[in-house]
């Protein structure tokens, strides 16, 4: 078991076209080197200069008031639940179809996790929400999977119906918009990883999260940090969950080029699209105008889902990165053994997990290389 | 002269050039999260603590919560702790949803074995002794207590790499004990850190489960894990600054010596304790004195940074006096919090500055 990854990256860097990028961004590491001798200089390890600039970076490009970074982007769903006072027992409402991170959060805050099942686009499906909500409901958790936002205004409903705030899973949707609003910034708080392969990130773990209201964003302060104020005054019980300093240097440097990543990410993802659209044995998703998708992944669905894992092998045969994100929905992994789902509880979520792949559509992917990916699908499917 | 508390700055001018290549090296594979690194770190750690497992945390913090997970104790439950210490080690206890109870403590400053039956009752399920300052608590005797009344015991070893107990490294035990490796600890990182050791295989494989969302491999949850990962820079610096371990513990030590020998006998100097085959490792050198704030002031005259831990023991913070039981009292525990200095002690540190800081201390008790 021990720890499976590095094992992980030897794999995907023989691939031409890979899902891990990480190595060409590193590309202009000097300055940030620089960075890091000034926070060692300083002595400014943990909660610095750095991070409080990052902060505000964020402020101006979400236009929020309240941001504050912490350790992960598990830790900003799992805190941002603790600011909301959960307790053991209480339910948070959210989504199968998800990384494990979200789940965690939910059981480490000492909630249950309560399923409802996606739409077409992989997203909670509002109209199913209200059906779960118990007096013990004490959170809507969307998730914006692959940089697509949920349709938040139906859940807005539903929360103010029933007074629950609403935290909103952003881990994937930095930029993203719907009508004109960022990702994040609908609900009481909107959580966003930091991790190496998310469209802004930094070089080890880290997260942050945007938050609505004076009193959450206070409090979320302190639980990041011991539930100190000052080096002796304890207000609260708190966490250790900080952005390192030398993270948020990374993190600032990286944030100049977060249009023009995101910017890349969209038009290559459309250019995957129209390739794709005379396939008929896939669908990919249906773009709307209302909707400012990033892209964190791009995928599409394989109709005849017996042909999907043939497709993928087909594909790394061919020296292209796809992955599937995830391949089994979280009401069926065995650490959701004790909550007695079962298969069929939620079709679609897993009739997607089933038929989903995913291909890179990170800035450094070529014109070229999406009409090599594109043509090996087509190849796939019509032989020609 | 100034004599300067910290010096961490000095730590990473030793290690700068390789740490250059070692971070380039990472960048260009891009693999930032649980990778070579890492796997290094452990297998050296276990090597040098002589213990058979060690898993890289986000911090020590993380580290006690997720021993709590490991050892599975019974929400709710009531867990035995110190009162000065760190806040992380009563915040973990409660963020896991148990209860910590305080129990006194001893002229080591740590937890005083002969007053723990006083605070168990049905509802005790654990204790956790705090090694603190570099000093190890009394293990036999807490060990004695917790196979009698069946508890389990978590190590609070944030403040104590390489101490001894019984001539054994902290940390060599079946037991999960739980380092931290923030920047200002004896061996700091370049961001928050942490590790748990233990030589038991079963818990050792939840521990990695748990640091990583449960996953056992992509695609598979086995339980509801979290995100507590020391990542790939932070490791390969530690990994450096490994080499220096032994003989800036060494330094530490000979510091502490001149200190013992030194300062004068109006005041108490660390307590080693009655254990066999003790190794203090001076993560702090506390000492007690009368007329602390008057002595403060008199230090920070003479550019001496000095320091106290804890200003305000946890049981005295608000939110946490609901924990003390009816009437009870932390004596010496309240008596030593106003009593405690953290004199400068690292590495780095000449003799003279060591010589300087005993003669202002000498003079000050001298002339009052």
């Keep these: 078991m021990k720890n499976y990854l590095p094992k992980q990256y030897k794999i995907d860097h023989q691939y031409k076209i890979k899902h891990n990028y990480l190595s060409e961004q590193f590309d202009d590491y000097k300055k940030i080197l620089k960075k890091f001798e000034k926070v060692i200089q300083d002595n400014d390890f943990t909660l610095g200069n750095e991070v409080d600039i990052f902060e505000n970076n964020i402020k101006k490009l979400l236009k929020q008031k309240y941001v504050v970074a912490v350790g992960s982007g598990t830790d900003a769903l799992m805190l941002s639940l603790k600011c909301l006072g959960l307790k053991e027992g209480d339910e948070v409402i959210t989504t199968p179809y998800t990384f494990y991170a979200t789940i965690g959060a939910i059981v480490t805050a000492g909630a249950k996790p309560i399923f409802v099942d996606v739409d077409e686009d992989y997203n909670i499906d509002p109209k199913k929400i209200e059906k779960k909500i118990t007096k013990k409901t004490k959170a809507i958790l969307p998730v914006h999977w692959s940089g697509r936002i949920c349709k938040m205004n139906e859940i807005l409903k539903i929360s103010k119906k029933y007074d629950v705030p609403v935290v909103e899973d952003s881990c994937h949707g930095i930029l993203a918009k719907y009508n004109k609003k960022f990702a994040g910034t609908f ?34 302060m302190l639980l990041r940090n011991h539930g100190l104020v000052g080096r002796n005054k304890n207000m609260i019980f708190g966490y250790n969950s900080r952005l390192d300093t030398i993270q948020a240097c990374v993190a600032n440097h990286l944030l100049k080029k977060i249009h023009h990543l995101t910017n890349m990410r969209i038009k290559n993802a459309l250019q995957i699209d129209k390739n794709l659209k005379s396939i008929k044995d896939i669908i990919t998703k249906k773009r709307s105008p209302n909707l400012k998708e990033v892209f964190h ?42 909550y007695n789902y079962k298969k069929g509880d939620f079709p679609k979520a897993e009739k997607i997990a089933n038929s989903t792949i995913s291909l890179p559509v990170h800035e450094f992917v070529t014109k070229k290389q999406i009409k090599y990916m594109t043509d090996k699908i087509k190849f796939f499917f019509n032989g020609s | ?169 902290i940390g060599d035990n079946f037991n999960l004990s739980c380092f931290s490796l923030h920047p200002t600890k004896n061996l700091g990182g370049i961001g928050d850190g942490g590790f748990i050791t233990t030589n038991s295989k079963s818990k050792y494989k939840k521990i990695l489960l748990l640091r990583n969302h449960g996953l056992a491999k992509r695609g598979e949850v086995k339980i509801p894990g979290r995100n507590s990962r020391l990542n790939e820079i932070n490791a390969s610096i530690l990994n450096l ?128």
């Design chain 2, 1 to 169: 002269m100034e004599v300067k508390y910290y010096n961490i700055d000095k730590e990473f001018k030793r290690i700068e050039k390789k740490s250059i290549q070692v971070f380039k090296s990472i960048g260009l594979t891009g693999n930032y999260i649980l990778g070579d690194h890492l796997n290094k770190f452990e297998k050296k750690i276990s090597q040098i603590l002589n213990c058979k497992y060690v898993v890289g945390l986000g911090n020590g913090t993380d580290a006690l919560e997720i021993a709590l997970a490991a050892e599975n104790i019974r929400k709710g439950s009531e867990i035995i702790t110190t009162s000065n210490t760190f806040i992380s080690t009563v915040n973990a206890i409660i963020n896991y949803g148990c209860i910590p109870v305080f129990v006194d403590i001893d002229d080591t400053l740590n937890m005083d074995p002969s007053k723990i039956s006083q605070v168990i009752t049905k509802k005790t399920s654990a204790i956790i002794p705090v090694h603190l300052n570099g000093m190890p608590a009394c293990l036999d005797k807490i060990k004695k207590i917790a196979k009698i009344f069946k508890l389990k015991i978590i190590e609070d070893s944030a403040q104590s790499i390489m101490s001894k107990y019984n001539n054994k490294f």
């Design chain 1, 187 to 220: 609900g009481d708080f909107g959580c966003f990883s930091l991790h190496p392969l998310k469209n802004l990130n930094v070089w080890g773990d880290g997260g942050f999260v945007v938050i609505k209201q004076k009193k959450h964003f206070n409090k979320m």
């Design chain 1, 297 to 338: 992944l791009y995928e599409f669905r394989v109709k005849n889902f017996r042909l999907r894992n043939k497709l993928i092998k087909f594909l790394i045969r061919n020296k292209i990165d796809a992955k599937i994100h995830y391949p089994v929905p979280m009401h069926l992994q065995p650490a959701s053994k004790i």
């Design chain 2, 241 to 368: 600054k490994l080499n220096f371990l032994k003989n800036d513990t060494k330094r530490k030590i000979e510091i502490s010596r001149i200190y013992d020998s030194k300062l004068s006998n109006k005041i108490k100097k660390p307590f080693y304790g009655c254990c066999k085959g003790i190794t203090h490792t001076f993560h702090r050198y506390v000492i007690r004195v009368k007329k602390r704030e008057k002595l403060l002031n008199f230090l920070k005259k003479n550019k001496i940074d000095a320091k106290v831990h804890y200003e305000k023991n946890i049981h005295k913070q608000n939110k946490f006096k609901q924990y003390l039981k009816k009437n009870q009292k932390l004596e010496i525990t309240d008596k030593y919090s106003k009593e405690v200095v953290s004199l400068p002690i690292n590495q780095f540190m000449s003799e003279n500055e060591v010589l300087y800081v005993v003669n202002k201390i000498n003079y000050f008790y001298r002339n009052s």
